[in-house]
Nanobody, 122 residues
């Protein structure tokens, strides 16, 4: 069974940066893709970014393109989300997920972390 644990969330001022990490464990960990999703207060979960685990191909939501960078360290089974030029609208619980397919839909991901809260103050 795959377990994902996020870390790195916190409180930051608008314009600042944060780096989220997602550490994976489990003997069966071999995803095709991993992704970051977020759920703003009172809103539905939304796609942020994804990366193919083998090739490292990336894709971003328009709202974070050019501000966020997704990456992974395959050897350490860890994925990252470098967030820059943060805006109050980026405030959300951020979740990492792993899946067997290339998709931006939450339903296509099999394993999820517990989430880490990012709060951006204005």
């Amino acid at each position: 069974q795959v377990q994902l644990v996020e870390s790195g969330g916190g409180l930051v001022q608008a314009g600042g940066s944060l780096r989220l990490s997602c550490a994976a464990s489990g003997r069966t960990f071999s995803p095709y893709a991993m992704g970051w999703f977020r759920q703003p207060p009172g809103k539905e979960r939304e796609f942020v970014a994804r990366i193919t685990w083998g090739g490292g191909s990336t894709y971003y939501a328009d709202s974070v393109k050019d501000r966020f960078t997704i990456s992974r360290d395959s050897a350490k089974k860890t994925m990252f989300l470098q967030m820059s030029r943060l805006e109050p609208e980026d405030t959300a619980v951020y979740y990492c997920a792993a899946g067997r397919y290339l998709s931006s839909r939450a339903g296509a991901f099999d394993a999820w972390g517990q989430g880490t809260l990012v709060t951006v103050s204005s």
